[in-house]
């Protein structure tokens, strides 16, 4: 599943293979700020540098992704959810959400 904000001119989408990865494509611009939220039950992520348990969710920040480049989360879970914010270098704040 992969999910684009239509608003987004540079094109970034979030891709989810639930039980296995979610992932933040920056699209065709630098993404700034981007934090990924992943919700779930029996939670477990592989990414000690960019993320952090908050509450029952597990927070990941990217202070700067390249155009062309990705964020890949390696995790487990159940009922899973995702979102992710982001800024690009005009400012404008885009969003993206996947379910499981």
């Not at 599943?1 to 970034?12: C, E, I, L, N, Q």
């Not at 348990?53 to 992704?65: E, F």
Request: hydrophobic letters at 40%; glycine letters at 8%; aromatic letters at 8%.
């Amino acid at each position: 599943m992969a999910v684009v904000d239509p608003s987004d001119g540079g094109r970034a989408f979030l891709s989810a293979t639930w039980g296995e990865k979610v992932a933040f494509y920056a699209g065709s611009l630098d993404a700034y700020d981007l934090v990924l939220r992943v919700s779930g039950d029996g939670l477990r992520v592989n990414a000690p540098e960019y993320c952090r348990v908050d509450v029952r969710d597990v927070l990941c920040t990217v202070p700067q992704l390249p155009a062309g480049k990705n964020f890949v989360l390696p995790m487990r879970g159940s009922r899973l959810s995702a979102v992710a914010t982001y800024k690009r270098s005009s400012g404008s704040l885009h969003r993206a959400q996947a379910r499981q």
